[in-house]
């Protein structure tokens, strides 16, 4: 598991996930989110109206997934056991594999709003 999360810790570090918790308040989690380098690379975009100021993470990550559907693109969650929420965006057609690698490992990701 020490692997795993120093993997996240890393990842966290220059910008490619965002670990969220399970309670994020909507204005947080936009720009957290908003940051990512996969988000910006791909000119992915998430509008504020699109989510609910009161709704939950698991709600806004499946309508951010519906918005970015026609870019082949969804937010994804590495498993690190925990109450919070460590996203990112990737292309959907990866995730088979990223699954793939992860389950050789002993661990998970999962569509984030799965987790």
Not at 40 to 69: A, Q, Y
Not at 70 to 76: D, I, S
Not at 83 to 88: G, I, K, P, Q, T
């Amino acid at each position: 598991m020490i692997r795993w999360i120093a993997l996240v810790d890393i990842l966290e570090r220059e910008g490619y996930v965002a670990e969220r918790d399970w309670k994020d308040y909507k204005e947080d989690f936009l720009y957290y989110i908003g940051n990512l380098n996969g988000i910006k690379s791909k000119g992915l975009k998430i509008d504020s109206d699109w989510l609910d100021e009161d709704g939950e993470i698991t709600e806004w990550l499946e309508i951010i997934d519906e918005k970015w559907e026609k870019e082949g693109m969804a937010m994804f969650a590495f498993d690190i056991d925990s109450d919070s929420y460590v996203l990112f965006p990737c292309a959907i057609e990866k995730f088979e594999q990223l699954e793939e690698w992860a389950e050789e490992a002993g661990f998970r990701i999962a569509y984030g709003k799965d987790m």
